[in-house]
């Protein structure tokens, strides 16, 4: 089923949560200036779900449209559909729209937990397609917890077993489990939380080795949310002072794992080595893959903020700035290229297609390093402005807003308001926590290198050059 955003709204709206925003915890989350525009950027996936046929296909598996989000992918033009949608999610909202993660873990849980039961003769499979079913069938916003805190990390998880998520207690219904997940995108906003294991583990570690499912009804989980200077401007208040003023910078939390049980419907993947490999291999190709499309949605959001900072300024015809913009589309259609390229060379992995392993992780170092020229560009042409610039609130001061207005004035076919909403929103692209966002979310660019050492066969170019040059 497709729901429209008020439903995702209304129905988020009936959860009880513990969430702590700046020390406080807080009542009617839906409608906290913190949380509200992380759940405007995942209402609009369901705005755009509803307008795009080719972001809901249809599912065999409930025999009705669903969300892109939640399909498990079978050919490169699912993958390829989906990628669209994350780009346009990302240009269109300029943020995260966070059920990327979600969609990762249903197309790495799949082929995980088939392979799992033809080992080992379980049923964790026909448990995970249940849920899948309800997911899809009530159009569930779904994410994706995977970073521990790992405290000191020269330490086995053993011996940091805290700061790890693990097995506490099992019974007949279920496991409880205890730990906290860091860095979670939106986790506070979403109908169903994916926790799934932080890396590979090692014999005699089998306890970290858990994949399932949270939902809004499990006791004991807590959220608490990230506080930059962002997040302050947002409980400042103000029409458009903080740039991205409807859909918000990349909110995240930490979620703490007090002693939670979870029944075995939703455990996917309990105490297994091999099946936790499987999973992080499906989640990490599938996910780095999809960051490459999303940052080219980013890119393309500067671009458009660049070449309007460029009219407002009067600057649209000098050449060497217009340059700076080729070179931004330049980088975003690579970086949308690359995803596509990893799209089209493929493989299959238990029934689902997952984007070529290689081509997805050169998609994250290389989107990272884009993503940070397209920074570099959109802040050059700016000017200092997005830093030093006034506040909505001086221009509509009663005694110097007058001022305000004309000295902050330029191109005069754009009011001063309209130049200083330009302004707020360059600051928020180049001061947010966007580019730390590229950088590490989905694995630092350092875990992807070591992906490509592994997987790059360098042996043939080096027989390519010794053949060229004549060595033996
Ligand atoms: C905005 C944002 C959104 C995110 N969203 C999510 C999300 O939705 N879900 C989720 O699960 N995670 C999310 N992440 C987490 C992301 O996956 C992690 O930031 C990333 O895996 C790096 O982990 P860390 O930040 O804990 O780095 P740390 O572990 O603190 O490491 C710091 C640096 O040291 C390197 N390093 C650490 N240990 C070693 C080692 N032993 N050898 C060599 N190098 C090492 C790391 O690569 C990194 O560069 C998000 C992160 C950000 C910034």
Redesign the pocket.
């Known amino acids: 089923m497709i729901i429209s955003r008020n439903d995702y709204i209304e129905r988020l709206s009936g959860y009880r949560r513990e969430i702590y925003v700046k020390g406080e915890k807080i009542e009617n989350f839906v409608e906290h200036p913190n949380i509200r525009p992380a759940i405007n950027a995942i209402a609009f996936t369901y705005d755009l779900a509803a307008q795009k046929e080719e972001y809901s296909p249809f599912s065999e598996l409930v025999h009705q449209k669903v969300n892109r989000l939640n399909y498990v992918n079978r050919t490169p033009e699912d993958l390829i559909a989906r990628l669209d949608y994350q780009r346009e999610l990302s240009m269109r909202t300029g943020t995260c729209h966070y059920r990327c993660?979600g969609a990762d873990a249903i197309c790495s849980l799949y082929p995980t937990t088939k392979a799992l039961d033809q080992r080992l003769d379980t049923d964790y499979h026909q448990k995970f397609l249940a849920f899948l079913k309800e997911i899809q069938s009530k159009d569930y916003a779904c994410?994706?917890?995977?970073?521990d805190t790992?405290g000191d990390?020269s330490k086995r998880p053993k011996e940091a077993r805290d700061m790890y998520v693990h097995v506490v207690e099992k019974s007949d219904a279920g496991i409880v489990v205890s730990g906290a997940?860091?860095?979670?995108?939106g986790a506070f906003a979403a109908d169903v939380n994916f926790v799934l294991p932080t890396q590979t583990f090692k014999q005699g570690e089998e306890e970290f080795a858990i994949a399932f499912a949270v939902t809004p009804e499990d006791e004991g989980v807590k959220f608490i949310l990230q506080s930059t200077g962002y997040q302050a401007k947002f409980r400042e208040g103000g029409s458009f002072e903080p740039g991205n003023f409807k859909y918000g910078d990349?909110l995240?939390c930490t979620v703490i794992f007090d002693n939670v049980f979870i029944p075995w419907d939703r455990v996917f993947v309990f105490e297994d080595l091999e099946a936790n490999r499987h999973l992080l291999t499906g989640f990490a190709v599938s996910h780095r893959c999809a960051g490459a499309a999303c940052k080219a949605g980013f890119m393309d959001s500067m671009i458009g903020a660049a070449s309007l900072m460029l009219k407002a300024n009067g600057l649209e015809k000098v050449a060497a700035l217009k340059q700076k913009i080729g070179e931004m589309v330049g980088i975003s259609e690579a970086a949308y290229g690359i995803a596509i390229g990893a799209a089209t060379k493929g493989y299959e992995d238990w029934g689902v297609y997952q984007p070529n392993t290689l081509i997805a992780n050169a998609g994250k170092v290389i989107g990272v390093d884009g993503l940070n020229k397209v920074i570099m560009n959109l802040a050059e042409i700016a000017g200092g402005i997005p830093v030093t610039a006034p506040s909505e609130f001086d221009l509509k001061n009663p005694e110097i807003g007058a001022l305000v207005e004309k000295y902050l004035s330029a191109n005069p076919e754009f009011t001063t308001e309209e130049r200083l909403k330009i302004i707020k929103f360059i600051e928020f692209w180049v001061t947010s926590?966007h580019l730390?966002?590229g950088i590490?979310?989905?694995?630092?660019p350092?875990?992807s290198i070591i992906f490509l050492q592994i997987l790059a066969d360098i042996k043939s170019k080096e027989e390519a050059v010794k053949e060229a040059l004549g060595l033996k």
């Open positions: 993660p994410t994706g917890a995977l970073t790992k990390r997940k860091i860095h979670q995108s990349r995240t926590s730390l966002g590490h979310g989905g694995g630092s350092a875990a």
